[in-house]
């Protein structure tokens, strides 16, 4: 079983749509986790960061639930710019990193 | 530099030639990443540099891999003797500490194919 699992996708949503991800994680020792935004054939970007509490960013909205060890990402009101892969990251500590396999979002006009 | 730069950008190599890739990170980031994204797959972890500490090479797959960093700046990834399974996009990335929640900037990768 892989550390970080994410649905491969494609998402096709229309413009407007609202659409979330989910990523499971298997290590309960992560402490933090993160969504990365890499579009095709270019590097990750950092999208934002998931708290225990909750993170919101404009239309994008994180959280993290370690009873099930998921986190999630809410995109509202979806934008042809939102077209990319979406990587679920978490972090066990240090500097280990996993990155999740990615969940491409297509939308569309 | 304003980013994290690797060189080259593209890599064509035949089976069983050596290659090596180059990351300089920002400047005044102490902390260096190299993965490697093979298509449709998620970025594995290779090896990490922090400061002047021995890296954690325990990303790598195979003896034929390995990286230097000197004097804390610019790494070198050195594959040898290349086989077909090692085409994949080689990421770099740094960050100004060790902490994750500082973010990753990556570079724009060496895309790696060998025939």
């Known amino acids: 079983r892989k550390e970080v699992e994410q649905d491969p996708g494609p998402f096709n949503v229309p413009e407007g749509a609202t659409v979330a991800f989910i990523c499971t994680y298997s290590n309960s020792a992560s402490q933090s986790f993160f969504w990365y935004r890499q579009d095709c054939r270019k590097e990750p970007k950092?999208?934002?960061?998931?708290?225990?509490?909750?993170?919101e960013d404009g239309r994008f909205t994180a959280q993290l639930n370690r009873a099930s060890q998921y986190i999630s990402l809410l995109i509202r009101d979806s934008k042809l710019s939102d077209s990319a892969t979406y990587l679920c990251v978490a972090n066990t500590g240090g500097f280990k990193t996993i990155f999740g396999a990615g969940t491409r979002l297509f939308v569309k006009a | 530099g304003a980013g994290v730069s690797q060189s080259p950008s593209n890599k064509v190599t035949e089976k069983g030639k050596d290659v090596e890739l180059r990351c300089?990170?920002?400047?005044?980031?102490?902390?260096?990443?190299?993965?490697?994204?093979?298509?449709?797959?998620?970025?594995?972890?290779?090896?990490?540099?922090?400061?002047?500490?021995?890296?954690?090479?325990?990303?790598?797959p195979s003896d034929r891999f390995s990286a230097e960093r000197t004097g804390g700046s610019v790494s070198t990834l050195t594959i040898q003797r290349t086989q077909q399974e090692d085409s994949a996009v080689y990421l770099c990335a740094s960050s100004l500490s060790g902490d994750p929640s500082s973010g990753y900037t990556f570079g724009s990768g060496t895309r790696l194919t060998v025939v």
């Open chain 1, 46 to 55: 950092l999208l934002m960061s998931v708290y225990s509490s909750g993170n």
């Open chain 2, 24 to 60: 300089d990170p920002i400047s005044g980031h102490t902390a260096l990443y190299w993965y490697r994204q093979s298509l449709g797959q998620g970025l594995e972890f290779l090896i990490y540099f922090q400061g002047n500490s021995a890296p954690d090479k325990s990303g790598l």
